[in-house]
Each structure stands twice: as structure tokens, then as C-alpha cells.
């Protein structure tokens, strides 16, 4: 995996962003993921998937993707484009889920980074050093690191493809 990661960010700054808005119920029924991305975030902006680019991030609040155990929430996230949330918290489902599949890397910063961020900003992530760069506003921040085990199956790009 390459271990730094640039994109331009989509920032909704609120807590709690549950799984029915990543992805409402009436969804789950869709099997393909380009068609299940058109419908990302719907309820909170209905626009998003239109303008996400490929290698993009999303910077939210508090306990990202609490809510059900669906796997459709990180799917339809990265089928968008995201590679990456940044929040200060996640739901443990919703994290897992997104580091096992191999769909998108949750990245934990303070609130106060998450502050600090605008939307559409420029930031560099370095996954191996543990740092953002904001290329928009020449600022660097501090991310948490992944624990060792995540650290591997995100290094092989998934669960399924983790050799220990």
C-alpha cells in the first residue's frame, strides 16, 4: 500500500453520522457498489458522490458510522472515491468494517484538527510517519496511529488478504 495518501477534503463537521445516513435502509437491497455509491451520504447531501474525486477524504465529527453493522456504509463510501475518514472517533463496527474489507482507512485525529481542516482543503497523508500535511494552509497535524494488527491487514489491503 502506498503509504502516503493525497486528496482533497469534504468536511461535515457533526458528530455522530450513523450508518442510515451513510447509506439509507431502502439501499441495502442494491448488490452492485458503483450503484450503492450514487446513494452515499443521500440524506445529509444528496450531491456527494457528484463531487468526490477518486483518492478524496472525509473529515467528520465524533463516533462516525455508529449505528447498524451494515457493511454498505463503508462500500458505498469508497465506491464514491473516499479513501479516507478522519474524525476524532468511530463507531468499532463501522471501523472494522472498513479496515477488513480493505474499502477505506479510518483516521483518527483531536477535534481540534478537525477544526482546523476546511473543506476542500489539500492534505497529504502519511500513513508510515503518522502525520497530515494541509498543502492549502501549509499546516501540519498529528493522526493517532493504527494499532499493530490494524497497521497489517491495512498494509495487505484487507482481512482476507492478511498473512500473519
Excluded at 14 to 23: L, P
Excluded at 132 to 144: A, D, G, L, S
Amino acid at each position: 500500500m502506498n503509504q502516503t495518501l493525497k486528496g482533497r477534503v469534504h468536511k461535515y463537521d457533526r458528530d455522530n453520522i450513523d450508518t442510515d445516513v451513510i447509506i439509507p435502509g431502502p439501499y441495502l437491497k442494491i448488490h452492485d457498489h458503483k450503484e450503492l455509491a450514487k446513494h452515499a451520504l443521500e440524506g445529509l447531501d444528496p450531491k456527494f458522490p457528484e463531487k468526490v474525486q477518486a483518492g478524496d477524504f472525509l473529515v467528520a465529527g465524533s463516533n462516525f458510522g455508529c449505528g447498524s453493522s451494515r457493511e454498505h456504509a463503508p462500500i458505498a463510501l469508497s465506491q464514491t472515491g473516499i479513501r479516507a475518514i478522519l474524525a476524532p472517533t468511530f463507531a468499532r463496527i463501522f471501523y472494522r468494517n472498513a479496515v477488513d474489507g480493505g474499502y477505506l482507512l479510518p483516521i483518527e485525529i483531536d477535534k481540534e484538527t478537525v477544526k482546523k481542516i476546511s473543506d476542500r482543503d489539500e492534505l497529504e497523508i502519511d500513513i508510515a510517519y503518522n502525520t497530515i500535511r494541509n498543502v492549502t494552509k501549509n499546516e501540519q497535524y498529528p493522526m493517532k496511529p493504527f494499532p499493530e494488527l490494524i497497521a497489517k491487514i491495512v498494509e495487505a489491503g484487507g482481512l482476507m488478504k492478511y498473512r500473519p
